[in-house]
T-cell receptor, first 115, second 112 residues
């Protein structure tokens, strides 16, 4: 394990369902991220939290709603998704300090299928 | 526009053979470049990190090179093993608070 734990590993949901993805990091990092990984596309940054404050929302549709209650936990709430939202959703954490990059640690991801 | 291009898109090699993966980037300003390995169904794991002043770095059978003048990097895998089968992603960190720039990855399959 990398120190970043994501649950569930797999999720199948209907377009009218509401579900949440969970991410937990045990590395003492102060920044957490949600990425979307679709087939044959680069990872797409969705949300960034630094010290629990959302610092980036990369034009993500409102049917995705992030929540960061503390620096160790990150959630992605899902509702009324579309089939094209099916993808691998990756959580990552890093120790961001004065703009320097100390590397990202990724979780294993949640494979989401919208039917 | 900041971009990272990787080639080939996919590669099949025999166990024990060597291979080289390519990464070209147009990212400015440049802070560092990382190669990640992503096994199927797992998240990416960092293999190497290279800054502007470094041109070679090794991690076991993995050797990364960086030419900051031509904005090219390569990842060389020596004596490949079946466990090397994965996607290899080139990631460039721009300067400042700009988000990471990811390549699409190269899918490597090592067969017996």
């Amino acid at each position: 394990e990398t120190g970043v734990t994501q649950t569930p590993r797999h999720l199948v949901m209907g377009m009218t369902n509401k579900k949440s993805l969970k991410c937990e990091q045990h590395l003492g990092h102060n920044a957490m991220y949600w990425y979307k990984q679709s087939a044959k596309k680069p990872l797409e940054l969705m949300f960034v939290y630094n010290f629990k404050e959302q610092t980036e929302n990369n034009s993500v549709p409102s049917r995705f709603s992030p929540e960061c209650p503390n620096s160790s936990h990150l959630f992605l709430h899902l509702h009324t998704l579309q089939p094209e939202d099916s993808a691998l959703y990756l959580c990552a954490s890093s120790q961001a300090l004065r703009g320097r990059d100390y590397g990202y640690t990724f979780g294993s991801g949640t494979r989401l299928t919208v039917v | 526009k900041n971009q990272v291009e990787q080639s080939p898109q996919s590669l099949i090699i025999l166990e024990g053979k060597n291979c080289t993966l390519q990464c070209n980037y147009t990212v400015s300003p440049f802070s560092n470049l990382r190669w990640y390995k992503q096994d199927t169904g797992r998240g990416p794991v960092s293999l190497t990190i290279m800054t502007f002043s470094e041109n070679t770095k090794s991690n076991g059978r993995y050797t990364a090179t960086l030419d900051a003048d031509t904005k090219q990097s390569s990842l060389h895998i020596t004596a490949s093993q079946l466990s090397d089968s994965a996607s290899y992603i080139c990631v460039v960190t721009p300067g400042g608070n700009t988000p990471l720039v990811f390549g699409k990855g190269t899918r490597l399959s090592v067969i017996a």
